[in-house]
Structure formats: C-alpha cells, structure tokens
C-alpha cells in the first residue's frame, strides 16, 4: 500500500528531476496521474481536521458526561433512562448521517468525529445504566463489554478510528482484570470473565484481524499483533518462567517457548486467506515481518547482558497460577499455526532440495535456532553465562550489520538507521555495563557520535546519487 509520505517524497523528487531535465514533462504527468498528487494537500487538510474533529468530539462527550452529573441526582430514573438512550442514538444517527450522506469532505469527517462520540458514550451510558439499576462488578467487566461493543460498531461501521478505539477499550479491560486477578492475591473469578482474560491471546486473534483486513488499516494490524502478542507472553509468564530462568528446567522450558514462538509465528506470517488470488501483492506480512524482527532484537540485546544469565529468584513471589491445560491449549494451537506457516513458507517438497527457503528467511531460522540452543544447554545442560553473553553479544552485532548492509542495498532509511542505532546502543551497552574509566567511556562517546554523523551523511548522499543514477538509466517514453 502508498502511504502519503511516499507519494509526498515521489512528487518532490519527481519536481527536481524534471527541473533537472533528467525525466520529461510527460513521464511527470504519468507520475502525477498515478500516484494522485493533486490529492496530497486534502489529504493532509483531512487527517488534520479529523484529529481536530476528533478531540473536539472528545471534549463534547466529557462536557455532557459533566452536565449529566452535575443534574444527576436531581432527575428520576425513566428520565434519566430516556435521556441516556436519546444522546446515545441521536448522536450516532446524525454522525452516521453526515459520514454516508456528507456532500463535502469535512461533513464526513465529522461524522466519523460524531460517531467516536458516540462510541464513547456507550460507555458511560453501561455505567449510568448499572449504577441506576444498582448491578455491581468490578471496572474491568466493564471496560471489557464496552470495548465488544464499539468492536461490533467497528465491524458494522468498517471504522478504523472504532476499531482501534474497542482494541485499547478491550486492552484496559484485560490488563486491569489481570492486575486485580492475579496481583492482588484473591481468588480468581471462576465465572465467565475467566475464561476471557486466560484465553485472550486466542480471542484478540479471532476478534483483531478479520478487522484489521476488513478495514484494510496497517495501524489495526499493528495494535492486533500488540494485542495476541503481549496477551500470550503474559499467559506463559504466568508459570512463572521468568522468575525461574536460572533454577527450574520446568519453568526454562516456559521461557524459551515466549523466547522463541513469537518471532517465528510473526516472522512467518501469511496474510494469503485474506487475499483474493497468490498474485495479489502481500497486505499485511512485511508489517509482521518487521515485528518480528522487533522481537528478536529486543531479546538479543536483553540477553547480551551478564545479569540475564545470572540473575534468579529463590521463589515466585505471585500468587496465582492458570490451570496447565488452559496455557497448554493456546501454546498448541499458536505453535500449530506457526509449523503450519513455515512449511508453507518454505515449499517443502518430498524431492530434494526439501526446503527452499529465501535467504533471509534462513537467516532468521537458523537466528532462532541458535538462541534455542544457547538457552537450551545453559538451562539443562550446563551453566554458560560468559559463553551466552558472548553470543548474543554476537548475534546482536550481525543483526546491526545485517541491517545496515540492507539499507545500503535497498535504500531504506529505516533498515539503515535502526542497524546504526542497535551498534551504537551495543557499544554503549557493553561501555555502561562493565568497569570502565570516565576518559574511556568519553572516547567511545565521542568515536560514536562522530561515526553515527560521518555514516548519516555519506548514507544520504548514496541515496541521491542512487535516485539520479536510477532516473537517469530509465528508458525515454
């Protein structure tokens, strides 16, 4: 998909080169027709008013929110009942009105502002509601039956603002059930609610994704792998692998399971049921692909610490615990899906060669095999902690490099800059982490920064020689 960035950066580079002469004035116009430059500037009028739409939508909630209470106590119940139901409905009416039905952009941006009003006034509506009615139950429930709400409008709607606004709903909800079931040492709720916060990891799954293509919205893709991911560590965590990384092998097996298996299902991942036909270009794999590699950095630099492989803890100081089945269930079908994947990613085949992955690809495998491994023989084998630090230390550095030399062979910025900023941060990791004098630390501070400028310049200047050499080498039309 072109973002409006992209299509911004195309048209100034487009403009210089014809003032160049390097293109003709034809190929500008082929190049304005396709990529719609003449759109740009309402675009981004368009993105502004909706944030402004949208903030004002939000202070005009919280104003009547605030009226509402201060009369409260004052009206009777069937008052207060038909009060609550006409904001709720007229509100949404009007908004879905002026989204469908706007002749003028603006009037359809304020819909969609009326419509998030809306949406928030669900919940204050359930919470009025209940305290009228006098139901009881904790702020969490809540939380989580507002969020399915505005996640039914967002699918009815095909809004990306409510989609992502019923993903935060439903995250407070699933953080704050956590915390109170499982911090503040009480007996968990056998009910309903159980079984939403301990099989969240399967339900954001089925609930976030089939939005997120149905939108075609990149940021709730994003917020959905946030959502499945983190839900899904926090459900191995609760074993209590972290807390037993150096003396249990019965918990180590937890941690190298959130370790691994969260990468390679991200790494792998295939968005084809979503696309019409296998030529369709991918929607949203690459945006995986990248998170994964998130993944895999942020574990890499976490372990190149000593203190990692050294640290332990003489108990688990929580008091809780899910039933085994309920982790074992959601580590199956996710491990499942990832196996699944893989094969289908790499085109096994009973002939030889049995495997053709990409390279890139086996990069990341054999990555992952290594960190295996590493965690492997020091949990169950032998105490290695000079040896794993040292590895991931090395690993940790071939990704910096492997990231860089991408950004230079494909021109990204962005492989660029995030493979300087791991070598630096390595650098300054490894400086902090040891016994060293203030003059040494001074030094590499400086050699560090002279050498992130040095690099930032002569990488932008590669960039426009590889753009004029790139224009310059295309055939006339």
Not at 41 to 67: C, D, P, V
Not at 160 to 188: D, H, K, P, V
Request: charge should be neutral; proline fraction near 3%.
């Amino acid at each position: 998909m072109v973002t409006d960035k992209f299509r911004s950066q195309l048209r100034q580079e487009a403009a210089q080169w014809q003032t160049e002469e390097l293109i003709e004035e034809q190929f500008y116009d082929q190049l304005a027709t396709r990529y719609e430059f003449d759109k740009l500037e309402s675009s981004a009028r368009n993105r502004f008013t909706m944030i402004l739409l949208s903030i004002g939508g939000l202070l005009l909630g919280l104003g009547i929110l605030t009226f509402v209470a201060a009369n409260w106590q004052g009206w009777g119940r069937e008052f207060r009942l038909i009060l609550l139901l006409s904001v709720f409905i007229a509100v949404n009416a009007i908004g879905f009105h002026l989204w469908q039905r706007g002749r003028n952009p603006w009037q359809s941006l304020l819909g969609q502002a009326l419509l998030f009003t809306g949406a928030l006034s669900l919940g204050a509506n359930m919470a009025l509601m209940a305290q009228m009615f006098q139901i009881g139950g904790a702020e969490y429930k809540l939380f989580l039956v507002w969020g399915v709400g505005v996640l039914i409008m967002a699918y009815s709607l095909r809004l990306t603002l409510l989609g992502m606004l019923a993903i935060a709903l439903i995250g407070i909800g699933y953080w704050a059930g956590l915390y109170q079931s499982l911090y503040e040492f009480t007996n968990y709720d056998t009910s309903l609610w159980r079984w939403v916060i301990s099989l969240m990891p399967l339900i954001a799954t089925v609930a976030y994704l089939p939005l997120a293509y149905w939108c075609r919205s990149r940021w709730i893709f994003v917020s959905s792998i946030i959502a499945v991911i983190s839900s899904l560590l926090s459900l191995i965590d609760s074993s209590g692998w972290f807390f037993y990384w150096n003396n249990s092998p019965h918990q180590s097996i937890w941690g190298l399971i959130s370790l691994i298996l969260p990468p390679a299902l991200l790494w792998s991942y295939d968005d084809f049921p979503w696309r019409r036909s296998s030529e369709e270009p991918e929607i949203f794999a690459a945006i995986a692909r990248k998170l994964s590699l998130l993944l895999i950095i942020n574990s890499c630099f976490f372990l190149s610490f000593y203190a990692a492989w050294t640290w332990s803890s003489s108990g688990n100081f929580r008091n809780y615990s899910y039933d085994i089945w309920i982790i074992l269930l959601s580590v199956i079908l996710f491990t499942i899906w990832t196996v699944a994947q893989w094969i289908k990613h790499s085109k096994l085949s009973l002939q030889p060669p049995y495997f053709q992955l990409d390279l890139t690809s086996t990069f990341v495998l054999s990555l992952l095999g290594i960190m295996s491994i590493t965690t492997i023989w020091h949990n169950h084998v032998s105490l290695i902690p000079i040896l794993g630090t040292f590895i991931f230390n090395c690993l940790l550095f071939i990704l910096g490099i492997g990231l860089t030399r991408e950004g230079l062979t494909g021109n990204d910025r962005l492989s660029f800059w995030l493979g300087m900023g791991l070598l630096t941060a390595q650098i300054f990791s490894r400086t902090f982490e040891y016994d060293t004098g203030l003059l040494l630390k001074s030094l590499i501070l400086i050699l560090c920064g002279a050498g992130v400028m040095i690099a930032g310049i002569w990488f932008e200047r590669h960039l426009r020689h590889q753009g004029l050499v790139s224009v310059s080498n295309r055939p006339p039309t």
